[in-house]
């Protein structure tokens, strides 16, 4: 019927409501996977993609809509419109933005993002370790549009961005924040404080714990967000990611830097989107209907490899390869090592962890809550007796590298087990990069081993993101203990394989055939394929099995068994 109406349309300002026949809403579901369907109505987040998609909608399904919200509908779809031919304009060279000067030229990849996140307003850069994002992140401070920036950084990486901007913008005004509670930020309010200036900053820094505090009063002033190592971003139940969902709400762009986004389950890209772009996914709900296997807290991708496309399609990411951009490095050789340890002292730190185990396997008669303690101490327990079982075969091993004449990075998680290693590479001046050094320390431990004073520089493995120089003297990485994320062990790796590394990296996995090990070995395999099908990273290190969320649950198991077998 010429001129006939199905329904109509209306919007609460996030949302467009929609009421219509049910064989409409019917086939409106098949276009939009991600809408939520109620008794009489589908309610969708009026993004610009969904705007664009309804409006398509409506030309086979003629909906009855008021005139301002036919022309909220008209904008948003006209958004989506025009955001898709800059970015195949920008993708074809055909579209770029006037950057100004760095101290050192920046390289023409380099640009991109800062190009594209000016057409979305947000960007995931996920470019490969070693690419150069903090260079690509500096590019947009070039223009005062753009000032005061604000970067936020892990509180392991206290030296990282004060060295990069004194290197590449050593004209810009910056400012460290060095308190949890606000302060003026202008010399003249605050005549105390030595380091500020006359007036703002034109870049402030600040670590992810310390903005808790600050979210409001950076939210009036920053125009430029970056998110340093922006997989801080992945846990949307916390207070860091309410301070910087504030923070990045009231900025003009937004860039968040990281080579691996995800630590563990795929699901974690929407939080990591929500904070860069808005709604750019729709609402958690529809996110998880469109593209996850199932809810909950760990929602897994049906799809990673098609993910991943999406993201790159729309302009939400750009992940980039050393070969993609012209910067390839010698291969990395990846060698697992597994050895037998001493099960005594195996047993010995496991103390207790047998117990822990059966409570595991069998929670009759306890509280959700007293089975999460006991999980958590199994693992804690576990792990740690691993380490500390395995530390002397490590401590051998690279000794032996050293005497080869090597230098080495060392990763490892639990201080008793650092405390072995320096014990017993003491001769080799070892030093240490973890969660326990002061800033100045952390700098004094990386000058001393890029000098060669130090052979051995023992990193926590989620301590190290971001630090530069090692590619120059070591090609040598030894993982004395393990992580269960994948993106965790790839990101270290990026200390050594790096842009300026002209050896082959030869990557050392030493791992036990007791303990924690196996069950870990086999956990990184199946995340690493979540990760893998978005980022199109390299080989997993470890064959996918089907383990992922009982993979505590498959480690009491497993370790109940080692305890029969030795009886």
Known sequence: MIGR????????????????EPQVRTRLKRVFPRASQEADKIRLVASIENSRELEWFMKRYPLVMADDCRQVLAERSQAHRQREVDLVELMEGRHQVVHGELAKPARDYQL???????????LLLADQVGIGKTVSAMVAMTQPQHLPAVVVYPASLPNHWPEKLAEFLPHLKVHHINSGQPYPLIKSLNPRKHDLWETLPDVILISYHKLRGWADHLARIAVYVIFEECQ???RHDSQIYEACQTLAAAAVVRMGLSATPIYNYGGEFFNVIQILQPDALGGR??????WCISGGDKPRLRDPVEFGHYLRRNGLMLARTRADVGRELPPVTRIVQEFDVDEAVLSRHASGAE????VILNPTGITNFERMQASGEFERIMRQATGVAKAPFVAEFVRMLVEEGHQVVLFGWHRMVYDIWLEQLADLNPVLYTGSETPTQKRESVERFIAGTSRVIIISLRAGAGIDGFQTVCHHAVYGELDWSPGVMEQTLGRVDRDMQENGVMSFYLTSSSGADPIMSQVLGLKQW????VMQADKSLVERTDIGANALRELARHYCEQKGAAA
Request: hydrophobic share 35%; with cysteine; glycine share 12%.
């Open 5 to 20: 109406e199905y329904g109509r349309v209306k919007t609460n300002g996030r949302d467009w409501i929609i009421e219509c």
């Open 112 to 122: 991109l993002p800062t190009e594209m996140m000016m057409i979305t307003g947000g």
């Open 232 to 234: 801080q971003l992945r």
């Open 285 to 290: 709900d529809e996110f998880l209907r469109e």
């Open 355 to 358: 117990l822990l185990a059966r």
């Open 530 to 533: 979540q990760l893998d099908g």
